[in-house]
């Protein structure tokens, strides 16, 4: 191959390399940003406040920050306490329209009747209710976890309280409509300690879904949570931002926070993205084949062949 058509495939690859994740990367900060903020009078935004914790745990002073940030952010916002959150609930979230959805919840890891990671429900729990429901393995039963470190206050309230719960199957089989792109965050123990139920809410349109992966304490899932609210819809953070910067705040227990996100475009989470493109900086030249001091040599042009005449 000439070496001016070997500088010009060298180049054309450059342009679309760069190119690629120009793209890419555009494309994940679009997503990972909050970005539902209104762009005309004529837009309006509705958050939900889902508190399955009213009952048991209640935090006035979460549901009015929550209430006063989505409010600061241009959203009209909904608030639903323990006695409005059953299954048929739940089966219609994803048609209402809510572009930002807080669940406040108590939480199973890996329950085995749902295989995955189940949300509580508000509904106590019956043999006689949702008997299909419960035959085929959508929802299940679920008590929280009533060990010495929940609030003493709270102990008489959650011992002996077991409720439905769903899990991925439900959402992927029984929700009815889809999320409109929404910002899900799941504000209760192990909600992220899998992918499947995070999965299973973008498959259903959820554009970001943020969770924890390990046990929290309510009064700790609060503060935190509060905490990554104010930087999304008050200070205008990004989901990678936020979650990065309360994991450098808090600590649990001398532990940093185990804030986790899932992404609709990329479904990956901050500290994979490099992983995922495959695309080192210091692999970058590596991979294109290129150097710089080869832009600036000019194609050797071959001189044409002498021409002798005859005698």
Aim: glycine letters at 6%; a negative charge; one cysteine or more.
């Amino acid at each position: 191959m000439k070496e001016g058509e070997i500088f010009i495939k060298k180049y054309l690859r450059v342009i679309a390399v760069l190119a690629t994740v120009v793209v890419l990367v555009s494309v994940f900060s679009a997503q990972a940003f909050v970005g539902n903020q209104p762009t005309s009078d004529d837009v309006v935004l509705k958050a939900a406040i889902i508190d399955q914790l009213y009952d048991d745990i209640p935090n006035q002073y979460f549901q009015t920050n929550v209430t006063e940030y989505f409010e600061t952010a241009g959203y009209e916002v909904d608030l639903y306490t323990t006695k409005d959150i059953t299954i048929d609930f739940y089966k219609e979230l994803p048609s209402m329209d809510y572009q930002f959805i807080v669940i406040r919840t108590h939480a199973s890891g890996q329950m085995s009747k749902l295989s995955s990671v189940g949300l509580f429900t508000g509904e106590k729990y019956s043999t006689n209710k949702h008997s299909v429901d419960q035959l085929s393995g959508h929802i299940g039963q679920a008590a929280p976890y009533s060990g010495s470190r929940i609030e003493k206050m709270s102990q008489d309230n959650l011992a002996n309280q077991t409720y439905f719960a769903i899990g991925p199957k439900f959402v992927d089989e029984k929700m009815v409509g889809e999320f409109p792109d929404s910002v899900i965050v799941l504000a209760g123990c192990y909600t992220a300690s899998t992918d499947r139920l995070s999965q299973s809410l973008i498959d259903r349109g959820a554009s970001v879904v943020v969770g924890w992966d390990n046990n929290v304490l309510a009064d700790q899932n609060d503060e935190v949570t509060l905490a990554f609210l104010e930087k999304m819809l008050v200070n205008g953070e990004g989901v990678p931002q936020a979650v990065s910067s309360v994991t450098n705040e808090f600590s649990l227990n001398e532990e940093p926070v185990h804030l986790r996100y899932f992404d609709k475009v990329l479904e990956i989470e901050s500290d994979e993205l490099l992983d995922e493109l495959e695309i080192e900086s210091d692999e970058l030249l590596d991979e294109l084949e290129i150097e710089s001091d080869d832009l600036l040599d000019e194609p050797e042009i071959p001189k044409p062949p002498r021409m002798i005449v005859g005698a």
